[in-house]
């Protein structure tokens, strides 16, 4: 009798799999991918204002869309891909394979990051031909931007996997998650300058991932003399570590606790 | 020994005794159907067994193992059975073998994929996408995910649900070479020719009770019970229900003088058996 294959093993062939399932269905692939970019294209065109200077609206704009490009990719997706399985019996039957929880944990991780990659590379690219994007030139800032998408798309995807519990349909799900994101991307200064925003706005947005993920990422490409117009005079960098930790920890928790795999 | 053994099962939803002290005993290398109405109680059995619900009262062993059991040891013990469920749909866009493939990766002993593919009759669908699939040809894919991991014991719930009659004898076969292999195979089914076609043992169950154990053929007193003869007499179909059915044709041949017109001898099918059996059981 041969071993039957690791958690990590089947984790991997788990990932492979789902990125080829990704990557037939067109409209996610073009939805996924292309979105933040098209969004890029009319808000670039729209705001050609500075709004510090050598700061445009653009630049700002790439920081927020790369930061909520982590939340679509790993929560979105996953809090209306996983009930749609779900009703569909996917899960039920993979959860009668000798294949572990963690597998399928480690298969959606694997699929967030790839397409997250896909999609920053996407809008840079696109940043840099079309809107005179600048990159950062210091090590230390693409050091804070590896680091910033690692634990953001973790902290996404765990997210996504607990929050998946909540639609109670496949159908519903997206009713129920979109919603939530689009409204924190309001509240989060995605679209507008977050010190703009009502203090309330604020404070709310405050609570969650996505405001320290822009804001993370506006220190990885806005110039250091930008840190003085955030809300706390600074990038509040180990505030950030800190919080998305956190968060990363619930997302854990409930993934494991409260994962459903039958519709019952 | 027992390849399945259940004591005492039950289960309640709220107020609902859906399983109300369960007995079973399966044996190696048998194919046995569970018959039942809707919420007899089957699905819930079945799923217990499965490891997917627990149970409130009694004990479960399964290959030796107690399906509630989580961790390493029930990995362990999933790598040795396989489970076809009702209505799944995966979302289709991998090809018939990718996904025969992938999933032979889950098991330490899987069979050859192109042998599975070849038994379940997909061979000239193993490169279409699985959305391109008729319903048919996806239920023969649920089965070649059930048996790719070369299991000891099959769970097979509905298996022919929209089946046309041809696609249903090619599936019988198949299950019947599953047995001839040495699988222990539990079969849930609507369809009383399916039990009596495939199966060594039937159990009926009702609110959740098992009323009896038995082959299909001596279920409910049916290799005992009378038979029915009927031939035409003149323009007139008259029928006749007999303890000695051989003796009354005997008879009415030399009535006849030799060949009796339009003669039927038969008894009780299984179905009109069992429809006996739960209707009375209603009452």
């Not at chain 2, 493939?101 to 009759?121: A, D, L």
């Not at chain 2, 061979?123 to 048996?147: M, T």
């Amino acid at each position: 009798m041969n071993k039957i294959p690791s958690a990590l093993q089947l984790g991997i062939r788990r990932g492979t799999l789902e990125i080829k399932q990704f990557m037939r269905q067109r409209e996610s692939v073009v939805f996924t991918l292309l979105f933040p970019v098209i969004l890029l294209a009319i808000f670039g065109s729209v705001f050609k204002d500075t709004i510090a200077p050598g700061v445009t609206f653009s630049q700002y704009f790439v920081a927020g869309m790369i930061a909520s490009g982590l939340v679509n990719t790993g929560f979105q997706a996953l809090a209306i891909m996983i009930p749609v399985e779900r009703d569909f019996g996917t899960l039920k039957r993979l959860r009668g394979t000798p294949m572990p929880a963690s597998s399928y944990f480690i298969g959606k991780t694997i699929l967030v990051l790839v397409s997250t990659v896909i999609q920053i590379l996407l809008l840079l690219g696109f940043g840099l031909l079309f809107f005179g994007l600048n990159l950062p030139s210091d090590p230390a800032k693409w050091f804070t931007f590896a680091w910033l998408v690692v634990l953001g798309s973790a902290c996404s995807t765990a997210l996504g996997i607990a929050f998946s519990i909540v639609p109670k349909s496949g159908r519903g799900a997206s009713a129920v998650v979109s919603p939530i994101v689009i409204i924190l991307q309001f509240f989060s200064g995605v679209f507008f300058v977050f010190t703009q925003l009502p203090s309330w706005m604020q404070q709310v947005a405050a609570i969650f991932p996505l405001k320290w993920l822009t804001q993370g990422m506006r220190s990885v490409f806005l110039p250091d003399t930008f840190a003085g117009q955030e809300v706390a005079k600074s990038w509040e960098t180990e505030k950030t570590l800190v919080i998305l930790l956190v968060w990363l920890a619930i997302g854990i928790f409930f993934s494991v606790r409260k994962f459903k795999w039958d519709r019952a | 020994m027992s390849l399945i053994e259940v004591k005492g099962l039950k289960k309640s939803y709220g107020d609902v005794h859906a399983v109300r002290g369960v007995d079973l005993e399966i044996a190696p290398g048998e194919i046995f159907s569970l018959l039942g109405p809707n919420g007899a109680g089957k699905t819930t059995t079945v799923e217990i067994l499965e490891g997917f619900r627990t149970r409130d009262a009694g004990s479960v062993s399964v290959l030796g193992f107690d399906p509630q059991t989580r961790g390493h040891e029930s990995r362990i013990w999933r790598n040795r059975i396989g489970i076809v469920l009702q209505n799944s749909a995966d979302a289709g866009d991998l090809t018939v073998l990718e996904t025969i493939n992938h999933f032979s990766g889950y098991y330490s002993n899987p069979r050859n994929v192109e042998e599975v593919v070849h038994s379940v009759g997909l061979i000239e669908k193993q490169d279409a996408l699985i959305r391109n699939l008729s319903g048919g040809q996806r239920r023969r894919l649920d089965v070649a995910l059930g048996i790719i991991g070369s299991p000891e014991l099959l769970f097979l719930d509905e298996p022919t649900t929209g089946f046309d009659p041809e696609a249903r004898r090619a599936f019988w076969a198949l299950i019947q070479q599953l047995r001839t292999d040495g699988t222990t195979i539990l079969l849930t089914t609507h369809y009383l020719d399916e039990a009596e076609a495939l199966a060594d043992r039937v159990a009926v169950i009702n609110k959740g009770v098992i009323i009896e154990v038995s082959t299909p053929a001596e279920l409910g007193g049916r290799a005992t019970s009378q038979a029915t003869v009927q031939w035409r007499d003149g323009d007139a179909i008259k029928s006749e229900k007999s303890d000695n059915p051989t003796a009354f044709v005997a008879h009415l041949s030399s009535t006849f003088g030799g060949e009796v017109p339009e003669l039927i001898v038969s008894r009780p099918s299984l179905e009109d058996i069992y429809l006996e059996m739960i209707g009375g059981a209603h009452e």
